[in-house]
């Protein structure tokens, strides 16, 4: 399996992100100003200062923002919908590295480098998938302060992605599937026409499964003055880089980012995090920690809400905890909670 790309670096202080993220959402309230400006103020914000598209706003507060958007809206899928909207100047020096690329493998790779300038506390990583369907998966991991990722903001950010590659490679592009780690939406349907895949909640990951051909495909001549400007630019906005996560947060974020999709063992993990294996061990162990209990717990958390909800296949639970069939997995839930899957399923 190819290495993943380099996580894109999270910043020193608080979490944020750029005004420029907000653009589609000034755009889609410019008839509807004053019910924008109430939701923008509840979080100590103003309007006005969100026009600037370098303006830093607190993470949290940019979160809350999109879901009050979406309720005032009355639009459920309003961040996927935005998402369809946008263009790689909407994105600034970040859209505009992906635009300029010349395949779209280079050009996600430098995105996701790119993409610290944009927001801070927020993983994308590109690998392949471990079993033979040929897929690559583009992960988007945001470390919420509030503990809870928006679903706007996830589905926005996966729309956002795939309108990029459509407008800068291939119109026809589309995933495989989309995957979402928030509940079920409300409007399933709605979503699945909009990233012309099925989508998936409750999983792992917020994910885009996509098909490799063409992923190396050359789609234009890069001018590579022009993009070292722009990289140039990136590298002035980009902050320092945070206090060093524990070892555990960081496993934890891998494991959410292959779990189902790629192997999460300690060869596997241990190279993803550029640490020897026995290291790895050792820091996890320092930590009240191991491998092995911070898999089992992720396994656990997924696998307790899928079920919580009616007509859950077995199968399916399986599948999207990395199981190789239903038995498996019936068998370690069993050990985990002394209770067999069935008698949690509603």
Not at 28 to 53: C, T
Not at 108 to 128: D, I, K, N, V, Y
Not at 207 to 230: K, N, Q, W
Request: charged fraction near 20%; include cysteine.
């Amino acid at each position: 399996m190819p290495p993943a790309a380099t996580p894109s670096a999270p910043t020193l202080g608080r979490p944020f992100v750029r005004a420029t993220a907000l653009v589609p959402v000034l755009r889609h309230f410019e008839a509807q100003h004053e019910a924008l400006a109430e939701i923008v103020g509840a979080e100590g914000l103003d309007l006005a200062a969100l026009r600037d598209p370098y303006e830093e706003i607190p993470l949290s507060a940019y979160l809350t923002i999109f879901e009050g958007a979406a309720r005032a809206a009355k639009d459920p899928v309003l961040g996927a919908r935005l998402g369809r909207a946008i263009t790689p100047a909407d994105l600034g020096p970040t859209g505009l590295l992906l635009a300029q690329s010349a395949t779209i493998r280079r050009g996600l790779h430098r995105f996701m480098g790119a993409l610290a300038a944009l927001q801070s506390a927020t993983e994308m990583t590109l690998t392949q998938a471990k079993d033979d369907t040929g897929w690559h998966s583009i992960s988007y991991q945001i470390r919420s302060p509030t503990g809870a990722p928006g679903a706007q903001d996830a589905e926005f950010s996966l729309s956002c992605l795939c309108q990029l590659l459509r407008l800068s490679f291939d119109r026809h592009w589309a995933p495989e599937e989309v995957h979402f780690t928030h509940a079920p939406s409300r409007r399933p349907d709605l979503l699945e026409r909009l990233f012309g895949a099925p989508v998936r909640f409750e999983q792992s990951a917020n994910r885009i499964l996509f098909d490799t051909s063409g992923l190396d495909t050359p789609h234009r001549t890069e001018d590579a003055g022009l993009i070292a400007v722009i990289e140039r630019h990136v590298a002035d906005l980009v902050h320092a880089q945070d206090p060093e996560r524990s070892v555990s947060e960081r496993v934890q974020l891998v494991i959410s980012r292959n779990l189902g999709h790629a192997p999460v063992d300690l060869a596997t993990v241990s190279a993803a995090l550029g640490m020897a294996p026995r290291s790895l061990q050792r820091h996890l162990a320092a930590e009240g920690s191991s491998l092995r209990d911070l898999v089992r717990a992720q396994r656990q958390t997924i696998a307790e809400q899928q079920l919580s909800h009616p007509g859950t296949r077995l199968k399916a639970v399986a599948a999207t905890l990395g199981y190789s069939d239903e038995t498996v997995f019936w068998r370690a839930f069993r050990d985990w909670t002394g209770d067999a899957p069935s008698r949690r399923r509603t």
